[in-house]
């Protein structure tokens, strides 16, 4: 009977673990026995695939260098060649055929010469980094940032690009890194969520709500949608209930609830569930005190643009603004979005240039430029990049260094971009990584969507190896089977 | 046999060369050569594959072949041929002194000693590997002794201990469960109380709580068989296969978009959700309904409603975008295939073959191979509706149709003749008076009007076509217009900035209207564009005050950057353009159709029709039109046959192959279609050749998966029915028997039930009627120390486990105590959201759904991803994948919802509506108390419930109760 002599000691660690999750009630969850049901599970079945790792959900494996973590995304596939990853030689052949790209077809099909970028690019900070004259603000945090020049993207559709660079899966069904890192840390702040997206104005990302899901992960980890133009989902009652009969109906469920919970004493979730109607009463209040900007002095909005003349440029400077606040207040992970999915025109609503880089561009730079830059400097000098919080930028993938078959646009390009990171932990100034003399495909220390997210929960304290949870037949990871940790770009 | 890339499965060499690791040294003379494939081999295999192989070669080392093993990895190669050549691999194996843990391997023992000597010996006699053989990693467990492979045991059902009440004699799942609680050392539970057991039942068999009234029959029926009347009677209900195939639904990760990043809605795929419905309140044998899943359409092409079965193989998320790269259209289809593959396994053998998909699987007996069978099997297998016919029908209609369609063309081309005669008697005309061309075609480069010298505060441009299509209704583009004054600095007054208003139908996608805003013609960029709503259409620009102009320009791709003709850069055909100073009297100031050459001959008749037809063509074209709507009617009457999302099948061209590291690009033998080989030892095989039909192929997997032989599809079933009635299964990871999953926790009762589902020919009711009339499951679900201290989630069944409902069970009961649940079956769903397209799909919950969605949740049309309250929030679980078991998770957005959104409050005033004419506030509260808990309240409850009632409202009451654990939460 080896076999339920185990299975009863883990239900013994299961019974005194439950006691220690109630009496901590993180937000989002922590308070619900139905989850430490499943994490636990997970831990047995660890222990039954002989993995000897002790480490329990809730605390970092070792010691973290971030706490927090800011996700920035342009959807669209932000073309690295016309942003950061300055290539001379596309001038210098420009118009000139791709050599050995003849036959070569990519997303949309025929490609034609070499094109060069629009803009010129200009050495930044004290490192020299060229970066693109189109982004002269976040240029000027060039000694901050690492950039990894080496990307490659398993998808060269943005839908499943998009998912496989949040959730290392270009199949949905998967958490995404910030549903990971929330089960993984647990809150900083029990009355908000650990997780927030904040959705560009302009709509959802590529495959929309599939960027912020939970996959299989238990329902609490899920990002909440919370933006400057979107509120949480029924935080408040309809206007018709309020004041004193709110308060009479809450404190009379309160009472019934308690008292079926003392007659069921050995069902924990029914005292969670008191407290979870507890919780949402208390992120009433905390919830518009954190998206409230009433209290930003002048300087800090002129500084993000809040109330710049072009109104997408002002929504994102807000939700840029409202990430910071929310950053200021715990939330673990702020999935930040500029840009949103493909439209009827393409590169309309997002970084997809396929026909006219350079109106395309000069159309979202400027909305992307000054907020994001301004939230750098904002974060930088309330000193929260030295030991909180890591940045992430991202894109699903990189653009055609040449031009579009009939157009002035780039089409898709998985085999090549630029993703960077700064902030706590990150050696900024760095470049890792490099792509050919065109920017065609990355040749030296390629990298993927699972050694980014390894190197990011290095960072926050977690080897990506041994962040596992038990789903259909597999200890499932965020980074796959796959991963390293880039050393390189690290303090 | 093909030597090129040929596998050798190691798995089964290591069954036939024994257990032990140490490479049968002993029956190797210690001076006959190393023999790799005996000694060698299985060291590497069990020890150094597991991180050395495609796609997770750590430290870039991959040890599976010669090949790789000699190129090496960040260290230099492995080993180098030769006598005496220096190793790293013996160096990394090696501990440095007899106490130190050598570097390699990092998980688990060091190997032993006699280990190193072998692979010593092997490297300095010249590391003789034969070329084309590749290692595999060998699997945790193995078919010869994994439990859930093993035949089903023929268990002699135990006796009843002693100590168990009498009643427990009569139930053979009774003696199972008391003779594990007795070895366990625990007690059963007294019987639920009867109420609570009906409440209970009721929920388990129907998804739903009693009624008053039905609670109030059972509770004054004393016949002893009182209960097992009222469990056929709900067995019998149609409400049963609603609740139960929600289960399935879930199981066979069934969803109505497609997802990926167009994630449209599927809207003819409920016909399978009907199907499955109506199979389990049919009690279907389950055999049958694997086959109809398999191969509906090759074994029952005469009987559509269960041909659509087949639509099993379809319902999953694919990608339907449409990729021009070879390379990834590729791997998108092997993903669609996969998709089904993985969906079949899970759903019948509960087993992760996913895994088998780039090497063989790391902790289950499922090789490479067997995953590429099924991939052989499904190869012809395409997402897409087929007409729900069968084939008498096809032709039938067909024979319908044909003089109808013949009549119908005879009237079309005499109205095509009409159109000739008028177009060829206005050319006649307009001969004599020409137009004049005055200006150039149009161009999406621009186009340029000239005004005159009259102040101007209006310009009115009407679209009347489009440059591509003159019969086209969809939107027309303009990126740019510009109004530019005369010298002596000539300025363009076409910009918001300058004051200027502009007005045009613009498409408005839902979740971004102003996507293609007019505004975005006076933004004085180019790129962005106005997108009309429609064509024709009509542009007014409002200047700040009267101006002179000069010139009007407008364009759709100014810069000339789009070459060709696309849907980005479609511009006006023709056009007029007038002006006006005050907003009511217009001014013509140019006509294309008179200035310049027509877009094309299509244009021209467009033009040509404008002047119009006379009497008599007009009486003629009456007519004409009449007969065809006559004809059209007609045809519209032929019984036509509903179009279902079931799935196209093909013959493949080419035979399937094994996949490298899952990579299309990289190519393996050719593998035919056959069963999985982990069964072999338990059942018979099949394997069948390259050219076999693909017909054969589903038939002959659905024939192998539905025999009673198949140990697999009877344990997974069996341990399915029993996790719904419990809470948990036998099995707690009913989608996984494997190693990574859980152990049974009564292995004999979880064979015993599933030889007597076969006895039961694969029906599912018999099982449920055995189960809800044990004991066992009629027990109280009230905890003691004892049991509590021993065994917390009550797997060993002391007491029935209490649990929470469900997401739909909460919402169709909130309807349902609003008196307000629609109970229409079947049919399309109702949505939860706002359905938004502008090329993919955005999905917004509701904030107040109406009565038109107020039917049972399974009736929900759920597309992926699009998380709507209620469902969502109380763990209803995405579809991308088989769902085997949800969770039961508690957080304060699901408290938020269900306290705030306006559905909560629409069902508590339904449900105070309901009690309104009892005018006695406590007789109110009480019947109240019944509604929602089938419980008379107490009568402190009474008390409390009438005073809150009287300060906060009796919306406020019923809100909170639809609120409170006892609502949601089954005992």
Redesign the interface.
């Known amino acids: 009977m080896k ?2 002599d185990k299975r ?1 000691k883990v ?1 013994e660690l ?2 005194t673990k439950m006691q220690d999750w109630l009496s901590r009630r993180g ?3 922590d ?5 430490i ?2 994490a636990l ?1 997970d831990l047995d ?1 660890a222990e ?3 993995k000897p790792e002790s480490w329990q959900p809730g605390k970092p494996q070792f010691e973290p260098k971030a706490r927090q973590v800011l996700h920035i995304f342009c959807p669209g596939a932000a073309s690295h060649i016309d942003l950061w990853d300055y290539k001379p030689a596309l001038a210098q052949y420009h118009g000139t055929p791709l050599p050995g790209a003849e036959a070569f ?5 025929k490609n034609g010469n070499l094109m060069k970028s629009p803009w010129p690019f200009i050495r930044s900070g004290q490192s020299g980094k060229p970066i693109s004259s189109i982004l002269p603000n976040v240029a000027k945090h060039a000694d901050d940032i690492a950039f990894i020049h080496s990307m490659t993207s398993r ?6 690009g998009c998912i496989f660079m949040n959730t290392g899966f ?4 998967f958490p995404s890194a910030g549903a990971w890192v929330g089960y993984a840390l647990g809150s900083l702040n029990d009355n908000l969520p650990r997780f927030v997206a904040m959705p560009d ?4 990302p ?5 960027n912020w ?1 939970n ?2 992960l ?3 980890y ?1 990002a ?1 949608p919370m933006t400057a133009q979107q509120a ?7 206007n ?2 309020r004041g ?3 308060k ?2 809450r404190s ?2 309160d ?3 308690r008292r ?2 003392d007659q ?4 924990t ?2 005292s ?3 407290s ?2 507890e ?2 009463a208390r ?1 009433q209040l905390a919830a518009p005190e954190a998206t409230g900007m009433d209290g930003e002095p002048a300087h800090i909005r002129q500084l993000y643009g809040v109330d710049d003349a072009n ?1 997408l440029k002002s929504a994102y400077a807000k939700n840029c603004l409202m990430a910071r606040r929310f950053l200021e207040r715990g939330v673990r992970y702020v999935s930040l979005y500029c840009a ?10 997002n970084w997809d240039a396929h ?2 880089l ?3 561009y ?2 979202h730079c400027p909305i992307f430029d000054q907020p994001t830059a301004a939230l750098i400097t904002d974060l930088k000098q309330r000193g929260l990049l030295e030991k909180d919080v890591l940045i992430i930028w991202t894109t699903e993938f990189g653009r055609m260094p040449t031009h579009q ?5 780039r089409d898709h390009n ?1 085999d090549a971009f630029t993703t960077w990171m700064m902030g706590a932990g990150v050696k900024g100034g760095t470049s890792y990584g490099a792509t050919d003399e065109f920017g065609r495909k990355s040749v030296e220390k390629i990298t993927t969507a699972h050694d980014f997210y390894a190197t990011v929960l290095h960072l926050l304290g977690l080897d990506h190896e041994r962040l596992t949870y ?1 789903h ?4 499932r990871r965020l980074t796959d ?2 991963g390293h940790v880039i050393r390189e770009i690290l303090t | 046999m093909r030597s090129h890339n040929l596998p050798i499965l190691f798995f089964h060499f290591l069954i036939i060369s024994g257990i032990t690791l140490l490479g049968n040294s002993n029956n190797h003379a210690a001076d006959s050569p190393i023999d790799f494939e005996k000694q060698v081999a299985p060291i590497l295999s069990a020890r150094c594959i597991g991180c050395h192989q495609p796609g997770k070669a750590k430290g870039g080392l991959d040890l599976t072949t010669l090949k790789m093993a000699l190129k090496g990895g960040e260290s230099g190669p492995a080993f180098e041929l030769g006598l005496n050549q220096s190793s790293e691999l013996l160096s990394r194996i090696t501990p440095e002194n007899p106490n130190s843990k050598p570097d390699m391997p990092r998980q688990g023992e060091p190997l032993l000693a006699e280990q190193i000597q072998i692979l010593n010996r092997w490297i300095r006699e010249g590391a003789k590997w034969p070329e084309n053989l590749i290692l595999t990693e060998r699997s945790k467990s193995d078919a010869s002794t994994w439990w859930s492979l093993q035949k089903l045991a023929n268990t002699k059902v135990p006796k009843l201990p002693e100590s168990f009440p009498i009643n427990w004699e009569i139930n053979a799942i009774d003696h199972f469960i008391a003779f594990k609680l007795a070895t366990e050392g625990l007690k059963p539970s007294p019987p639920a109380d009867r109420r609570i057991l009906l409440r209970r039942l009721h929920y388990d068999l129907t998804g739903l709580p009693p009624t008053t009234e039905e609670v109030q029959a059972f509770l004054n029926d004393n016949l002893p068989d009182a209960y097992e009347r009222r469990v056929d009677r709900l067995l019998a209900s149609p409400r049963y296969g609603e609740h139960w195939g929600r289960y399935w639904l879930d199981v066979v990760r069934f969803g109505e978009s497609n997802g990926f990043e167009r994630n449209v809605l599927i809207d003819n795929s409920w016909p399978f959700r009907d199907y499955v419905i109506r199979s389990l309140n049919e009690d279907k044998p389950f055999p049958q309904m694997i086959r109809e899943h398999l191969a509906g359409d090759v074994l029952l092409p005469d009987r559509p409603e269960d041909m659509l079965g087949v639509a099993f193989l379809t319902v999953g998320p694919f990608d339907d975008v449409g990729n021009q790269d070879p390379v990834q259209a590729a791997q998108i289809r092997a993903n669609a295939i996969d998709d089904t593959i993985v969906a079949t396994s899970s759903a019948f053998l509960g087993l992760t073959i996913g895994c088998a998909r780039c090497h063989d699987h790391k902790f289950d007996p499922i090789l490479q191979s067997d995953y590429y069978r099924l991939q052989s099997t499904f190869d012809g297998t395409r997402q897409g509706a087929r007409p729900l016919a069968t084939t008498a029908q096809l032709e039938m209609r067909g024979r319908h149709l044909k003089p109808l369609e013949a009549r119908r063309n005879l009237i079309s081309t005499g109205l095509a003749n009409l159109e000739k005669t008028f177009q060829e008697r206005v050319t006649q005309e307009l001969k004599n008076r020409p137009v004049k061309i005055t200006k150039p075609l149009v161009s999406p480069q621009g186009i340029e009007e000239r005004f005159t010298e009259k102040a101007v505060k209006q310009i009115r441009l009407t679209i009347l076509n489009s440059d591509r299509d003159p019969n086209s209704a969809s939107g027309t583009r303009i990126e740019e217009l510009e109004l530019w004054t005369k010298s002596p600095i000539p300025k363009n007054l076409a910009l918001a900035t300058a004051g200027t208003k502009i007005t045009g139908p613009s498409r408005k996608p839902g979740d971004f209207s102003d996507a293609y805003a007019p505004e975005l013609m006076i933004d004085g960029k180019f790129g962005a564009a106005w997108v009309s709503a429609a064509t024709p259409a009509v542009v007014v620009l409002t200047l700040s005050k009267p101006e002179i102009l000069e010139k009007l320009l407008a364009s759709s791709d100014r810069g000339g950057e789009i070459k060709g003709k696309t849907p980005y850069n479609v511009f006006l055909g023709d056009y007029t353009l007038e002006i006006s100073t005050d907003g009511v009297a217009w001014e013509l100031l140019a006509d294309s159709a008179r200035e310049r050459p027509a877009p094309s001959e299509a244009h021209d008749q467009a033009r040509r029709r404008r002047l119009g037809y006379n009497a008599m063509e007009t009486a003629e074209m009456q007519k004409l039109r009449g007969e065809l709507t006559e004809v059209e009617q007609k045809i519209a009457l032929v019984p036509n046959f509903t179009s279902v999302w079931a799935g196209n099948f093909a013959q493949p061209a080419k035979p399937a192959y094994l996949q490298i590291g899952g990579d299309p690009q990289r190519r393996g033998p050719d593998i035919f279609p056959g069963s999985p080989s982990y069964l072999k030892s338990t059942m018979p095989a099949y394997q069948l050749d390259s050219n076999a039909p693909e017909s054969e192929r589903r038939k002959a997997l659905a024939d192998w998966i539905s025999s009673p032989q198949n140990v697999l599809t009877w344990r997974v079933l069996a341990n399915r029915i029993w996790h719904l009635h419990f809470g948990t299964g036998i099995v707690d990871t009913p989608g996984d028997f494997g190693y990574m999953g859980g152990r049974p926790s009564h292995p004999e009762l979880l064979d015993w039930l599933a030889n007597r589902l076969i006895d039961h020919g694969g029906r599912w009711k018999p099982l449920h009627r055995e189960i809800v009339l044990s004991q066992t499951y009629r027990q109280s679900s009230v905890a003691n120390s004892a049991g509590v201290a021993k065994d917390v989630q009550s797997r060993f069944l002391w007491r029935y486990p209490p649990r929470r409902l469900q997401g739909e069970q909460i919402r169709d009961s909130m309807l349902y105590a609003g008196g307000v649940l629609n109970e229409t079956r079947g049919g399309p769903g109702f949505r939860l959201y706002q359905y938004l397209q502008d090329n993919v799909a955005t999905y917004v919950s509701l904030d107040n759904p109406g009565p038109e969605t107020w039917r049972r949740s399974i009736y929900h049309q759920s597309a992926r991803a699009a998380k709507v309250d209620y469902l969502s929030d109380f763990d209803c679980p995405d579809n991308a994948q088989s769902a085997p078991s949800r969770l039961t998770t508690t957080t304060p957005l699901q408290s938020m919802t269900q306290w705030n959104h306006q559905f909560t409050m629409r069902m508590a005033e339904k449900l105070a509506e309901r009690v309104h004419s009892i005018a006695d506030p406590k007789a109110r509260v009480s019947e109240i108390f019944k509604i929602v808990y089938q419980r008379q309240p107490t009568v402190q409850e009474v008390e409390e419930s009438a005073t809150l009632a009287a300060s906060a409202g009796w919306v406020n009451l019923t809100r909170v109760l639809i609120n409170s654990n006892e609502f949601l939460y089954l005992e």
Do not use: C, W
């Open positions: 076999f339920k009863n239900m299961k019974n937000f989002m969850g308070v619900a026995a139905g989850i049901g499943v599970m079945r039954s695939a002989e077809l990519s997303f949309q099909g998808s060269n559709t943005h839908g499943p270009v199949r949905e069904g104005v302009r709509g959802e590529p495959n929309g709500k599939a899901s996959g299989f238990p329902a609490a899920q909440v949480i989902r029924n935080l408040n009652p309809p018709e209930i004193e009969s709110e009479a109906a009379y469920l009472r019934i609830n079926y919970a069921h004493p050995d069902n979730e029914l969670a569930r008191v979870s109607y919780l949402a992120m109104p949103s999915r493909a439209s009827g025109v393409d590169g309309l609503l026909k006219t350079k109106a395309d000069e159309r078959e009939g157009t002035s646009g998985p038990y259909n037949g597999t200890n089977v796959h």
